[in-house]
């Protein structure tokens, strides 16, 4: 069965902090994809990046970057430069193909405080 | 491009009655998923439909749910015999199987509470 675990329950930093959140998971299948996912205090789960199991490349986008090592299953998530309205639950997903469908496996998920 | 929507946002219910929630996907999607939240945790797969076909069920989902996409455009889910144990947040998903590697975008949820 296809798990994440994302070890970090709650993080506070100050804004302008570099931040890290950790994803590690565990899969027998060869294909897959991994998601990060925020989740503000209203609750809709807002998508913010996908990616390819075959496609390492650590990506960039804005103040965020996600580094995927496919050696130690992490697909870690940082922030640079954190602002308050970076708070949020952030979730780490994994793609499960079951018959045709994807569905989800998520995380815990990491409560993130920015203060000022 | 409308995401997707559900309805209602929140419910309040006694123990023991029936509650029936709606999802609409963004337009187009042919596939619909349907997920539950508890508090600190997570969201759990429950089901999903490809157009109007229910593929695929979890074991979380007791014979007291059934979901429906009669039309394969909405979807409901209904809990009949509503329990305190059902109290969560649902959640809904689209996606389309013509993009590579589904991407799912969420609903803002219908929070259920079951006193």
């Known amino acids: 069965a296809q798990k994440v675990t994302q070890a970090q329950t709650e993080i506070s930093v100050v804004e302008k902090e570099d931040v890290t959140l950790d994803c590690v998971y565990e899969t027998r299948d060869t294909t897959y994809y991994l998601f990060w996912y925020k989740q503000p205090p209203s609750g809709e789960l807002v998508f913010l990046i996908r990616?390819?199991?075959?496609?390492?490349q650590n990506e960039i986008s804005g103040r965020y970057s996600w580094n995927f090592q496919k050696s130690t299953s992490s697909f870690n998530f940082t922030i640079t430069a954190s602002q308050v309205v970076d708070s949020a639950v952030y979730f780490c997903?994994?793609?499960?193909?079951?018959?045709?469908?994807?569905?989800?496996?998520f995380g815990t998920g990491t409560q993130l405080k920015v203060e000022l | 491009d409308t995401g997707v929507s559900q309805d209602p946002r929140h419910k309040i219910t006694k123990r023991g009655q029936n509650v029936t929630f709606r999802c609409d996907p963004i337009s187009e999607h042919n596939r619909l998923y349907w997920y539950r939240q508890t508090l600190g945790q997570g969201p759990e797969f429950l089901t999903y439909f490809q157009n109007e076909a229910q593929l695929e069920k979890s074991r979380l989902l007791s014979d007291r749910f059934s979901a429906e996409r009669p039309k394969g455009s909405f979807s409901t889910l209904e809990i009949q015999r509503t329990e305190q144990g059902d109290s969560a947040m649902y959640l809904c998903?689209?996606?389309?199987?013509?993009?590579?590697?589904?991407?799912?975008?969420f609903g803002p949820g219908t929070r259920l509470l079951v006193l």
């Open positions: 997903a994994l793609s499960e193909n079951t018959g045709g469908g994807n569905k989800l496996t």
């Open positions: 998903a689209s996606t389309t199987t013509r993009a590579t590697g589904e991407t799912q975008y």
């Open positions: 990616r390819n199991s075959f496609d390492e």
